[in-house]
């Protein structure tokens, strides 16, 4: 009989252990899942909320959202710019020397056009080669103008066109988090980057 409830016992107990590692991962699986939808989650901050498309350099659409994950180094330039533009890929080109081996896979550099009827596909590639900035680390993005006009206020931007081949504009770098949250800008040329650098660092994996 002793051996009887014994055994009787010892199954009850494995059936109770089941019970309990079966609800551990139920309530781990919902913990994940609540993780997921958090790290999924657009805050009404970000970029990625912008119903935007854009063309990229090799001439593929993207939505703005695709870039979500990584951390973005942004800047609004035009090709035929002859005055501030180089300064501007060359301040971005000092950012990115700057950045760690063991970051740069997680940050983007992005490039937006405020002169989306001169800067096609194939005139954004010729001036990524041109840069030598032909590594995937590099975005070139045209848009229309609508979109265009609306993402450079996001950014506080302004541009206007001054001649049949010039702009005036905003010589801003902004920085975005992974969630497309403005984290940091930097105003003006060859300006101190070392919080720019920083603040890419510190949001980076």
């Not at 107990?13 to 939808?37: F, G, M, R, Y």
């Not at 035929?80 to 950012?95: G, H, K, T, Y």
Request: aromatic letters at 6%; glycine letters at 2%; one cysteine or more.
């Amino acid at each position: 009989m002793i051996n009887k409830l014994k055994y009787i016992f010892i199954a009850a107990s494995l059936v109770a252990i089941s019970c309990n590692n079966t609800a551990k991962d139920t309530e781990a699986t919902a913990e994940n899942a609540t993780e997921q939808a958090t790290d999924n989650a657009i805050s009404d901050m970000s970029i990625y909320n912008l119903p935007s498309n854009w063309t990229t350099q090799d001439g593929n659409e993207i939505e703005l959202k695709e870039l979500k994950g990584k951390v973005l180094a942004m800047v609004m330039i035009y090709t035929s710019c002859q005055a501030a533009c180089p300064r501007l890929v060359a301040d971005m080109r000092n950012i990115e020397k700057q950045i760690p081996e063991d970051k740069i896979d997680d940050v983007q550099f992005v490039f937006v056009s405020i002169d989306p009827k001169t800067d096609t596909p194939e005139r954004l590639t010729e001036f990524a080669l041109e840069n030598k900035m032909e590594d995937d680390k590099w975005l070139f993005l045209r848009g229309t103008e609508d979109d265009t006009r609306e993402f450079a206020a996001v950014l506080a931007v302004n541009y206007k066109k001054i001649s049949p081949m010039d702009f005036s504009h905003s010589n801003i770098i902004s920085v975005f988090n992974q969630a497309g949250e403005l984290a940091h800008q930097q105003e003006g040329l060859g300006v101190d980057n070392k919080e720019t650098v920083q603040a890419i660092i510190d949001l980076a994996k």
